[in-house]
């Protein structure tokens, strides 16, 4: 039975080899490119894995029988004070031979715990790239709902993608 939890530094090495992937096999859903980030210091990615009970964000992960790190998706806050009301959803990734098993909804659903137990936050967003079809589908089982599209939102080799913009109201979720 796979283990979802949340991520520490000590975690840090594997889901820099997890995300480094995820940019490499899907660039069309990633603004960030494996190029931006291979050299990058270890601290980068601790840095992105804070400490403490009410984190500015914190990253899931989903790992295996044997312990491998297979999935994340996180979970940022705005730190601004008018829009403290609205984290996103960010990185979410399942490596494709763990596809299919139920992760990538476990995953999303405890982002949106976390979110809940957070009495600041009312909404969720998050963008898909449009054509992903099971993601889009995926967040639409926990809740989302497309409120627009943005064109030519990411480009590789020349190439555009839009993104697909979703949210999620926390309150209507309650109950």
Excluded at 30 to 46: G, K
Excluded at 53 to 66: M, Q
Excluded at 79 to 104: C, N, S, W
Excluded at 140 to 164: H, I, L, S, T
Aim: glycine share 8%.
């Amino acid at each position: 039975m796979p283990e979802i939890r949340r991520l520490t530094a000590a975690d840090a090495p594997a889901n820099r080899d997890l995300m480094l992937e995820a940019y490499e096999r899907h660039p069309e859903a990633f603004t960030s490119s494996p190029s931006e980030y291979v050299n990058a210091p270890m601290t980068r990615w601790v840095d992105r894995l804070p400490p403490g009970d009410n984190p500015h964000s914190l990253v899931l992960g989903a790992f295996d029988d044997a312990g491998r790190l297979v999935g994340v998706a996180g979970l940022s806050v705005e730190d601004k004070i008018k829009a403290r009301h609205k984290g996103t959803l960010f990185g979410m990734y399942v490596v494709p031979e763990a596809r299919a098993q139920g992760l990538g909804e476990q995953l999303v659903q405890g982002v949106l715990a976390a979110a809940r137990a957070r009495p600041e936050l009312r909404t969720v967003k998050l963008t898909v790239t449009k054509g992903n079809d099971a993601a889009q589908a995926l967040y639409a089982r926990c809740g989302f709902q497309v409120f627009g599209e943005e064109p030519m939102a990411v480009q590789v080799d020349g190439r555009f993608y839009a993104k697909v913009h979703m949210w999620c109201d926390l309150r209507a979720m309650e109950g």
